[in-house]
């Protein structure tokens, strides 16, 4: 194997087909948003929806990629491509064979499913949801192999192939929605669900194809790379059920609270996943195989490349998260304001956003954090941390909701990951000294960027509101993109000619091409 491209150039492959993906996924919520509204149907959907990814994220198995991207180094440098494509090939058989397991067992237990995952659902809305749930549920045999076909891909150096995957299941999936709309046939967009899910699986599979793994069925429980694996799988997999009670109690919280609150919960928390998703994703993926070399070989660079992901991470989070806060009523107004959602859903979803967008930094920081435990095999602190915190917020949810509605869960969950980012920050610095330190200059160069733009976001809010919010749907979109992309460049300006916490340091280590690996 032999890595071509800079880590700057992996980055910037999955930013764009990130951005392109997410863009679509938002054209898709969109319709849905505009087919549907904040109704009863919407509210099941949402749920419905959600019990696929949630079910296989609980079993870790969408983070498999963090568990088997370390032993997958470790084989390919030690025994070479073809003992990598059949550990590969053992690993799928086995995965595939608890999906099958699983998806009966779900089948069985959807009517159970649904009630913990929305407890206050009774009656045609409890019917109609489990209806929804065990049609979209056999998606969960192409969603769940997705995490390793990832790892594979990640590791013989392509980072394309997933986005384009993305595209291909959201542009399916905006297809279904706007068959569904014509028809009037909500039937349409479950099983349009399935049909994306599948198309997603085939685009990886071929790609890994093509990097020179040939997978084949062969179940070999005995395999001691195999059980290296999903020994390190099991405290991701205990955290990864946690991480996923945080959204599912969310969700379950607010459907207690007045109709159409899971919905608009859904949407704001969809809005704090573009950027997540976009940069998070891409700079967390892009980094973490040469993070994982660099902890197998004990390499004096890691602790410079660490660092410089995570500060990366924060100064491209904090002008999102400014505007987001600051112009949360924009936002879901040109997003989703159409249809059957209103301008009273805009306010109240607003408000959920707002609570929210603290979320995107804290998670992205999140991402970078756990993958340098990962990369050290260290698992089980992020898993005490995330246990902790998650426990928290739902408890802190609870009264919370009870005297704000739902604007109080987004803000627990809030304060929950910041707890979370900063406890994984104090034992990371330990792990790699100085990774999460800032010096001082730069983080009050950092906070005062973030102050002025948040000022500055609530000026051209205001002004949206009283003059632009009923023109047409262009005029708002082009004013509010051109002072995004103004308030943008002008920050990162500031902060490259000021080379703030060592910018132009990152980007140029970032440029540097990666050696070779052994094994290749």
Same mark, same amino acid.
């Given at each position: 194997?032999?890595?071509?491209r800079?880590?700057?150039?992996?980055?910037s492959?999955?930013?764009?087909?990130?951005?392109?993906?997410?863009?679509?996924?938002?054209v898709?919520?969109?319709?849905?948003?505009?087919?549907?509204?904040?109704?009863?149907?919407?509210?099941?959907?949402?749920?419905?929806?959600s019990?696929?990814?949630?079910v296989?994220?609980?079993l870790?198995l969408?983070a498999?990629?963090?568990?088997?991207?370390?032993?997958?180094?470790s084989?390919?440098?030690?025994?070479?491509?073809?003992?990598?494509?059949?550990?590969y090939?053992?690993?799928?058989?086995?995965?595939?064979?608890?999906?099958?397991?699983?998806?009966?067992?779900?089948?069985?237990?959807?009517?159970?499913?649904?009630?913990?995952?929305?407890?206050?659902?009774?009656?045609e809305?409890m019917?109609?949801?489990?209806?929804?749930v065990?049609?979209?549920?056999?998606?969960?045999?192409?969603?769940?192999?997705?995490?390793?076909?990832?790892?594979?891909?990640?590791?013989?150096?392509?980072?394309?192939?997933?986005?384009?995957?993305?595209?291909?299941?959201?542009?399916?999936?905006?297809?279904?929605?706007l068959?569904?709309?014509?028809?009037?046939?909500?039937?349409?967009?479950?099983?349009?669900?399935?049909a994306?899910?599948?198309?997603?699986?085939?685009?990886?599979?071929?790609?890994?194809?093509r990097?020179?793994?040939?997978?084949?069925?062969?179940?070999?429980?005995r395999?001691?790379?195999?059980?290296?694996?999903f020994?390190?799988l099991?405290?991701?997999?205990?955290?990864?059920?946690?991480?996923?009670?945080?959204?599912?109690?969310?969700?379950? @919280?607010?459907? &207690?609270?007045?109709?159409?609150?899971?919905?608009?919960?859904? $949407? !704001?928390? #969809?809005? /704090?996943?573009? =950027? *997540?998703?976009?940069?998070?994703?891409a700079?967390?993926?892009?980094s973490f195989?040469?993070?994982s070399?660099?902890?197998?070989?004990?390499?004096?660079?890691?602790?410079e490349?660490?660092?410089g992901?995570?500060?990366?991470?924060?100064?491209l989070?904090?002008?999102?998260?400014a505007?987001?806060?600051?112009?949360?009523?924009?936002?879901?107004?040109?997003?989703?304001?159409?249809?059957?959602?209103?301008?009273?859903?805009?306010?109240?979803?607003a408000?959920?956003?707002?609570?929210?967008?603290?979320? @995107?930094?804290? &998670?992205?920081?999140i991402?970078?954090?756990n993958?340098?435990? $990962? !990369?050290? #095999?260290? /698992?089980?602190? =992020? *898993?005490?941390?995330?246990?902790?915190?998650?426990?928290?917020?739902?408890?802190?949810?609870?009264?919370?909701s009870?005297?704000?509605?739902?604007?109080?869960i987004?803000?627990?969950?809030?304060?929950?990951?910041?707890v979370?980012?900063?406890?994984?920050?104090?034992?990371?610095?330990?792990?790699?000294?100085?990774?999460?330190?800032?010096?001082?200059?730069?983080?009050?160069v950092c906070?005062?960027?973030?102050?002025?733009?948040?000022?500055?976001?609530?000026?051209?809010?205001?002004f949206?509101?009283? @003059?632009?919010?009923?023109?047409?749907?262009?005029?708002?979109?082009?004013?509010f993109?051109?002072?995004?992309c103004?308030l943008?460049?002008?920050?990162?300006?500031l902060?490259?000619?000021?080379?703030?916490?060592?910018?132009?340091?990152?980007?140029?280590?970032?440029r540097?091409?990666?050696?070779?690996?052994?094994?290749?």
């Amino acid at each position: 194997m032999k890595q071509k491209r800079s880590l700057l150039g992996n980055i910037s492959d999955m930013l764009v087909l990130t951005l392109c993906y997410r863009i679509i996924g938002f054209v898709r919520e969109m319709l849905v948003a505009s087919y549907l509204g904040t109704s009863a149907q919407a509210d099941a959907y949402s749920i419905a929806y959600s019990v696929p990814t949630a079910v296989v994220e609980m079993l870790a198995l969408g983070a498999i990629g963090s568990a088997s991207i370390a032993v997958f180094q470790s084989v390919l440098q030690r025994d070479g491509k073809n003992r990598l494509n059949q550990l590969y090939s053992r690993v799928m058989a086995a995965i595939l064979l608890a999906l099958a397991a699983l998806l009966l067992l779900c089948e069985l237990g959807a009517p159970v499913l649904t009630k913990l995952m929305a407890p206050s659902f009774s009656g045609e809305k409890m019917a109609l949801t489990v209806g929804m749930v065990r049609s979209m549920l056999p998606a969960i045999l192409f969603v769940g192999i997705l995490g390793l076909q990832k790892a594979a891909l990640n590791l013989m150096g392509d980072f394309r192939s997933e986005g384009i995957s993305n595209v291909v299941f959201n542009c399916a999936m905006v297809a279904g929605v706007l068959l569904a709309a014509r028809q009037d046939r909500i039937d349409i967009l479950i099983h349009s669900f399935i049909a994306a899910a599948f198309l997603q699986w085939l685009v990886q599979f071929r790609s890994v194809r093509r990097a020179g793994l040939r997978p084949s069925p062969d179940l070999h429980l005995r395999d001691d790379d195999l059980h290296r694996i999903f020994v390190l799988l099991l405290p991701i997999m205990f955290s990864s059920v946690v991480s996923q009670i945080s959204p599912v109690a969310a969700r379950a @919280v607010a459907s &207690t609270c007045e109709d159409g609150a899971v919905a608009m919960l859904n $949407y !704001a928390y #969809k809005v /704090t996943m573009l =950027p *997540i998703g976009v940069f998070g994703g891409a700079i967390a993926t892009a980094s973490f195989p040469r993070i994982s070399r660099y902890a197998n070989e004990n390499s004096p660079k890691l602790g410079e490349l660490s660092a410089g992901v995570f500060r990366l991470s924060l100064l491209l989070f904090i002008p999102m998260v400014a505007v987001m806060m600051a112009g949360s009523v924009p936002i879901i107004n040109i997003m989703f304001e159409r249809g059957a959602f209103t301008a009273a859903d805009t306010r109240e979803t607003a408000q959920l956003l707002c609570a929210y967008a603290p979320t @995107v930094l804290l &998670t992205g920081l999140i991402q970078t954090l756990n993958n340098e435990f $990962y !990369a050290f #095999k260290r /698992t089980r602190e =992020p *898993i005490v941390v995330n246990c902790a915190c998650v426990a928290g917020s739902i408890l802190l949810s609870i009264p919370v909701s009870g005297a704000c509605g739902a604007w109080g869960i987004s803000l627990s969950f809030s304060v929950g990951q910041m707890v979370n980012a900063a406890a994984l920050g104090v034992m990371a610095d330990r792990l790699s000294p100085g990774m999460a330190k800032l010096p001082l200059r730069g983080a009050a160069v950092c906070a005062a960027a973030f102050g002025v733009m948040c000022a500055a976001t609530a000026g051209l809010s205001l002004f949206y509101t009283r @003059v632009l919010y009923e023109r047409s749907i262009l005029l708002r979109l082009g004013c509010f993109g051109v002072f995004g992309c103004v308030l943008m460049a002008a920050y990162l300006l500031l902060i490259y000619k000021g080379n703030v916490l060592g910018l132009r340091d990152t980007l140029r280590l970032f440029r540097s091409k990666d050696e070779p690996a052994a094994g290749a």
